[in-house]
């Protein structure tokens, strides 16, 4: 439970256990001879926990940054060419296009930016619930992770249904579809596709991320989802994505499951309520 404590949220386990007298009857059993309760504080543990995430998110934004620096530098240097061109320009007819083409290119700019600053923004402990479109976290998910050197080698397709909501942390689940897309994109070879297919099924949503990678070995399926294990190279991960993955879906009273074959891809599918407990 989270609780308020100076105006400051704190997190507690009450956990309770009945004491039979070992000396009573069996036929008269069911009394009980006292209680032991036990207040157990998790605070520590949830901002432990929830830097743990932030760390995770800077160092995919970390890895993103490249990519979002050259995504960045094309229309930037549109915009410089067209704007000099502009100075020399007599027809107004012409200096309108050319307007309206920057206002374009700045617009990409900052959809680019503030998927970023979205994206890297958090560190707070504990969930901030709304209802929002599930297509809109796919959408940023897929747009930040074409932006990375793996992601330009293949191709993401979204299947989606229109007007499908979700309730929960946008900001934690956004974190969810990044870490699987990047993992995704990393597993392909140039020219693979990668799918993520949402299925309302029920008061539930089941998303699948699908690509067609290297696939992930029987003997390391069991260990995918501890902390800090990771099969990629030294400096190119933290071994802490299927970790915060998990937690994040836990969170949501959701559950999510690995399907792989070597040489063939891997399914990852996560079922989640559409209103979680605890969601306003």
């Known amino acids: ?23 009573m ?42 990519g979002v620096a050259h ?22 007819a012409a200096c309108r296009v050319h307007l309206d083409t920057i ?29 929002f479109p599930l297509q809109e976290i796919i959408d940023e998910a897929t747009q930040l992770v074409g932006l990375t050197r793996s992601g330009k080698r293949v191709v993401c397709e979204s299947n989606c249904p229109a007007g499908l909501q979700l309730v929960g942390d946008k900001q934690r689940l956004s974190q969810v579809l990044v870490n699987l897309l990047t993992n995704a994109c990393d597993a392909s070879s140039p020219g693979d596709q990668v799918e993520v297919f949402a299925i ?23 260990k995918i989802f501890e902390p800090f294990f990771t099969t990629k190279a030294p400096g190119e991960g933290t071994g802490l994505g299927l970790s915060m993955v998990q937690k994040i879906i836990q969170e949501h009273n959701g559950s999510i499951e690995i399907d792989s074959a070597p040489n063939v891809g891997t399914r990852v599918i996560i079922r989640l309520p559409q209103h979680p407990d605890g969601a306003e």
């Open 1 to 23: 439970m989270e609780v308020l404590v100076n105006e400051r949220p704190r997190w507690f386990n009450l956990h309770k256990a009945s004491i039979p007298d070992p000396y």
């Open 25 to 66: 009857a069996p036929q008269t059993q069911g009394g009980r001879e006292g209680l032991v309760i036990l207040l157990e504080d998790l605070t520590d543990l949830e901002n432990l926990e929830a830097e743990l995430a932030h760390s995770d998110r800077l160092a995919s934004v970390g890895r993103l940054a490249a």
């Open 71 to 92: 995504e960045i530098g094309n229309p930037v240097t549109g915009i410089a060419s067209l704007a000099q061109n502009m100075r020399e320009e007599q027809d107004p």
């Open 103 to 131: 206002l374009q290119q700045t617009r990409r700019i900052s959809s680019i930016l503030q998927s970023l600053m979205s994206f890297s923004r958090g560190g707070s402990v504990g969930a901030s619930y709304q209802s």
């Open 200 to 222: 309302p099924d029920g008061s539930r949503i089941q998303i699948e991320v699908m690509d067609q990678g290297v696939g992930i070995p029987q003997q390391e399926r069991d």
